[in-house]
C-alpha cells in the first residue's frame, strides 16, 4: 500500500512543476487586461502674473495669463538679464507696457502669509530720526511695530522708550557714501538670517509701506522660491567693472531694484547670497565692484547666482513723478515716496482731511484712508 501511494505523489509533483514551467513560457506573451493606475502627477502650476522669479530664454514669446483669468495681449520677457530688454511685463491692448502684477489682481493660490513673516528694515540716520522716522512710526510702523527693525547709526533711547519701535544702532557711519551704506545693509542682512523669518524687506525712511498690499504681492510666490522683487530706477541694466575669472577680469551687466523705492528677497534666494553677503561680505564684495549697496544687492542676485529681478511697478521712490500715479490706484500700491527739499511738491495726488501744510507728504491722508479708526484721523461729521 505504500509504494503505489509514493508513486502518486511523486507524479503529481512532477506535473505540477511542468505547468509552473509552461506559464513561465506564456508570461511573456500575455498582455494585461488593464493599464495600470498612474501616479498622481502634480498639478501645473498656475502661470505667475508677474513673470516667473528665473524665466528661461525659450519663454520670451510666450503669452502670459493674469491670474484673475483675463489676457494680456502680446506679452513680452526679457530673454536676458544682460541685454537690456525689460522682464515680466506685459503689453496692453493700447500698445502700453505695463506690470501683470498690477491693479486689481486676485491670486488663486497664495501662499500662507502673515505680517509676522516679513522682516521689514527701515535704513535712516540719526539726523531724520525726528523729520522722516516719527512720521513712519506714527503712520504705517504702527501697524506693524513688532516686525520693523529701523537701521540706523546713532542711539536713541528716548524715542526708543517712547514709540516702543525696534531701534538697532549699526554703528556705521552717519555719512551718505557708499561704505556708509553697504556697511548697513550688511548689518540688515545678518539681522534678517538670524530673525527665521519667511521675507527681507528693505525700505528707506521715506517710504509708506502699504501693509495689505505687500501682505498681497508676496503670497503670491513662496519664501523657500529665488524670489527677488522691486522697481529699477533706470531703464536700462547697469554695469559692475569687475568679476574674477579664470580668464581675469570681466564686466557684468544687471539689473538692480532701487533701495529708496523698496524691494524684497525671498529667505531661500537670501541663504544663498550668505557666500556674498554674511558676516561683513557684504562690504568686501560692494568694494570688489565699487558700488552702492542696493546695486551690490542686484550684482550678488543676477550677476553671481543668475537670478532675474522681478520688475513690478508697485513700488515708487522720490526719482519718480509721483503726482502722475492715479489718484484711484494709490491705495492699491506697494510703496509710496515723496520729494525731497528740492521738489516738495513731487507727492501723491490724494484728498482728505488733512490740507497741503499740515500733511506735506500726504501720508496722513493716506494712513487714515486706510486706518480711519486712528485717533489723530479727522472724523466725518454726521
Excluded at 150 to 156: A, L, P
Amino acid at each position: 500500500m505504500h509504494m503505489p501511494s509514493l508513486g502518486v505523489s511523486k507524479f503529481c509533483f512532477l506535473s505540477s512543476l511542468a505547468f509552473c514551467g509552461f506559464l513561465l513560457l506564456l508570461l511573456p506573451t500575455l498582455k494585461p487586461l488593464s493599464r495600470p493606475l498612474d501616479l498622481l502627477q502634480p498639478q501645473a502650476r498656475v502661470k505667475q502674473a508677474y513673470g516667473r522669479a528665473n524665466a528661461s530664454s525659450e519663454d520670451a514669446d510666450a503669452s502670459i495669463e493674469r491670474i484673475d483669468g483675463g489676457r494680456i495681449e502680446g506679452s513680452v520677457l526679457r530673454k536676458d538679464a544682460r541685454n537690456g530688454q525689460r522682464k515680466d511685463a506685459g503689453v496692453n491692448s493700447d500698445g502700453e507696457l505695463v506690470p501683470i502684477h498690477g491693479l486689481n489682481s486676485a491670486p488663486k493660490f497664495r501662499d500662507t502669509l502673515e505680517l509676522k513673516d516679513i522682516f521689514i528694515a527701515v535704513k535712516t540716520t540719526r539726523k531724520y530720526h525726528k523729520s522722516r522716522l516719527e512720521l513712519l512710526i506714527s503712520t504705517w510702523i504702527s501697524q506693524a511695530k513688532e516686525h520693523t527693525y529701523i537701521f540706523t547709526d546713532g542711539d536713541d533711547k528716548e524715542l526708543e522708550k517712547r514709540t516702543g519701535v525696534n531701534i538697532i544702532n549699526t554703528n556705521c557711519s552717519a555719512a551718505h557714501t557708499r561704505q556708509a551704506l553697504c556697511c548697513k545693509m550688511s548689518v540688515e542682512y545678518d539681522k534678517f538670517i538670524e530673525s527665521q523669518k519667511k521675507w527681507f524687506c528693505h525700505m528707506d525712511d521715506d517710504n509708506y509701506v502699504i501693509l495689505s498690499s505687500l501682505l498681497r504681492l508676496l503670497s503670491f510666490y513662496h519664501h523657500s522660491q529665488d524670489v527677488y522683487l522691486g522697481r529699477p530706477s533706470l531703464d536700462h541694466p547697469i554695469e559692475a567693472a569687475e568679476r574674477v575669472k579664470s580668464s581675469g577680469l570681466v564686466s557684468e551687466k544687471f539689473w538692480f531694484a532701487t533701495g529708496g523705492a523698496g524691494f524684497c528677497i525671498s529667505r531661500g534666494l537670501a541663504l544663498k547670497m550668505s557666500p556674498w553677503a554674511s558676516l561683513g561680505n557684504f562690504i568686501s564684495t560692494a568694494e570688489k565692484i565699487r558700488l552702492p549697496d542696493d546695486c551690490t544687492i542686484g550684482y550678488i542676485i543676477e550677476a553671481l547666482l543668475e537670478v532675474h529681478l522681478i520688475h513690478t511697478h508697485l513700488f515708487h521712490s522720490h526719482l519718480e513723478n509721483l503726482l502722475k500715479l492715479p489718484t484711484s490706484t494709490v491705495l492699491e500700491q506697494v510703496t509710496l515716496s515723496y520729494g525731497g527739499y528740492e521738489n516738495r511738491r513731487n507727492v501723491v495726488s490724494v484728498v482728505g482731511g488733512f490740507s497741503w501744510i499740515e500733511d506735506p507728504t500726504r501720508y496722513k491722508t493716506v494712513h487714515c484712508q486706510l486706518y480711519p479708526e486712528t485717533d489723530w484721523c479727522p472724523k466725518e461729521k454726521r
